[in-house]
């Protein structure tokens, strides 16, 4: 057996020996499970959660492009089926030779964000689980050029969620549109911008509170809020890993890597103009 082989395996002994807490079927909480999607569960009444957010994206059209979102988020259940989330985030950004950016180095505040989200059905008592969730933000720096800006953005989230089979097997789907309001600051370049899409995702539980599984995301990007004019469109597929690492405490990894995509009037294979070629998020969140 070769070297690479033996740690492979003696790293996959260690991940499924890992402590986790033991979490019976109506323990599963889907409100985290995913990585870019989110599930339809929303909490208990009086939960309380506290949340970092850990966001790459990287390589665009030539260069180097790197950047980072670190977002710190209070979350908390008010009400029997809402969630409310309060959120705040700083951004890094290494930026050179990238077709159509300035090259830059920085790391700054961006802005806040809330999110609420209603649940129209719970999956323990109907079919199937759906939630509606409307996040809001308003940023001064610009996720991707880094750019100073004064922006508004929302993204409005519709999620359907089913446990296939009991206490191991869960999927969703989720459909998106996310317009913004954009305006450059130092110039009276002000532009508006959509992007809708569709993504769907299976969660495996391998062992009481490990999670493993992937998501699948198609986005379209337009020009004006009103899907005005198509630019471009990009094909996200990946592994997410779930871990409660206690009674109080979770993690969820995922990576996803432009599988196919083309920008508005190009033969290319990908669409490097309007979406990166990786894009990875880490989450740790706890309660209080």
């Given amino acids: 057996m070769s070297f690479r082989a033996t740690m492979l395996r003696a790293a996959a002994a260690c991940f499924l020996t890992l402590p986790v807490a033991v979490a019976r079927a109506e323990d599963i909480d889907t409100e985290h499970l995913f990585g870019f999607m989110i599930g339809t569960d ?13 966001t790459g994206r990287f390589s665009r059209n030539g260069g180097r492009y790197h950047s980072v979102t670190q977002e710190f988020e209070l979350e908390f259940v008010p009400a029997r089926d809402i969630r409310v989330e309060l959120g705040g985030a700083f951004v890094a950004h290494q930026i050179s030779g990238v077709t159509g950016l300035d090259d830059r180095r920085q790391l700054a505040w961006q802005g806040l964000s809330l999110d609420v989200r209603y649940r129209f059905l719970n999956r323990e008592t109907a079919p199937f689980g759906m939630t509606f969730a409307v996040e809001g933000h308003t940023d001064r720096v610009d996720e991707t050029t880094a750019g100073r800006i004064r ?67 198609y986005l379209r990007h337009y020009e004006g809020v009103g899907l005005n004019e198509f630019e ?27 599988a196919w995509g083309r920008p508005a009037g190009s033969a290319a294979a990908l669409d490097l103009v309007n979406f990166e070629r990786h894009q990875a998020r880490l989450v740790f969140g706890m309660n209080f």
């Fill in 232 to 258: 471009g469109h990009a094909l996200f597929i990946g592994p997410v890993a779930y871990l409660q690492l206690s009674e109080s405490s979770r993690l969820t990894a995922t990576w996803s890597v432009q």
């Fill in 151 to 217: 922006n508004f953005g929302t993204e409005f989230t519709l999620a359907f969620e089913r446990e296939w089979v009991p206490n191991f097997l869960i999927a969703a789907l989720n459909f998106t549109y996310e317009p913004e309001w954009t305006r450059f600051l130092g110039s009276r370049v002000a532009e508006q911008e959509a992007t809708v899409g569709a993504a769907v995702g299976v969660m495996a539980q391998i062992r009481p509170g490990v999670f493993l599984g992937g998501e699948a995301r």
């Fill in 42 to 54: 929303i909490g208990h009444v009086g939960e309380r959660e506290f949340q970092t957010e850990t």
